[in-house]
């Protein structure tokens, strides 16, 4: 079945650092592929995404390129801050169901 | 525009009792989704609606249901409550048709505690 693997955490970091935090994924099909984002204490927040193959999906500094050929999305970020201290959630939609399937999300903790 | 809107924000209840969760979609949005977010077991789909009608269920049991009013807002009932059922609760929605994006906006989620 489709399935959405990423690395574990936590991970920490010092301030203006770069980040990846990696996802891989298996799926039947052309899935969508996002990053979504939870601060404490709050629900998710979609913070990218990618419908195709060599799609780049970006905002507030963070970036992933959906790779096809080694079926990844992974996350990057070239200078973190405190304020990117969340739990980051890799997730595929395909076709069928339409629901969203997810990793079990990387926790990161930026440290000034 | 007013995000997606999710009540109560927290829910305390007894073994063996019932819940309900409510969930109103962004405006303009048909589609509601309902996950369950339990500790050390990530996120879980739960159930999809669509223009009033259950389109997809997750591996949940049937004490797990729910329904869409016409209005497109949700309800999530979880019947003779066990404590595993504790857990936060996230409600999303999107749009339909055939220039959906797949994206879906979450609500702030209910977070139930069953003792």
């Known amino acids: 079945g489709d399935s959405v693997t990423q690395m574990e955490g936590p991970v920490t970091l010092s301030e203006e650092a770069f980040l990846t935090i990696n996802c891989t994924y298996t799926?039947?099909?052309?899935?969508?592929l996002f990053w979504y984002v939870q601060y404490p204490g709050e629900g998710l927040q979609l913070l990218l995404k990618?419908?195709?193959?060599?799609d780049k999906g970006s905002n507030k500094g963070f970036e992933a390129t959906y790779r096809k050929e080694t079926t990844s999305f992974h996350l990057e970020k070239g200078s973190v801050q405190v304020s990117d201290s969340a739990v980051y959630f890799c997730?595929?939609?395909?076709?069928?169901?339409?629901?969203?399937?997810f990793g079990k999300g990387t926790s990161l903790l930026v440290t000034p | 525009e007013a995000g997606v809107t999710q009540s109560p924000t927290h829910l305390i209840k007894t073994r063996g009792q019932q819940a309900t969760l409510r969930c109103s979609p962004i405006?303009?949005?048909?589609?509601v989704y309902w996950y369950q977010q339990a500790l050390g077991l990530g996120l879980q789909f739960l159930l999809w609606?669509?223009?009033?009608?259950?389109?997809n269920r997750g591996n949940f049991p049937p004490r797990f249901s729910g329904r869409q009013f016409p209005n497109y807002s949700s309800e999530l009932n979880v019947n003779a409550l066990e404590l595993e059922d504790s857990a936060l609760y996230l409600c999303?929605?999107?749009?339909?048709?055939?220039?959906?994006?797949?994206?879906?906006?979450f609500g702030p989620g209910t977070r139930l505690t069953v003792t």
């Open positions: 999303a929605s999107s749009t339909t048709g055939t220039r959906r994006s797949y994206e879906q906006y």
């Open positions: 799926a039947t099909g052309y899935p969508s």
């Open positions: 990618a419908t195709k193959a060599d």
């Open positions: 997730a595929l939609s395909v076709n069928s169901g339409y629901a969203l399937n």
């Open positions: 405006s303009g949005h048909t589609s």
């Open positions: 609606y669509d223009e009033g009608e259950e389109r």
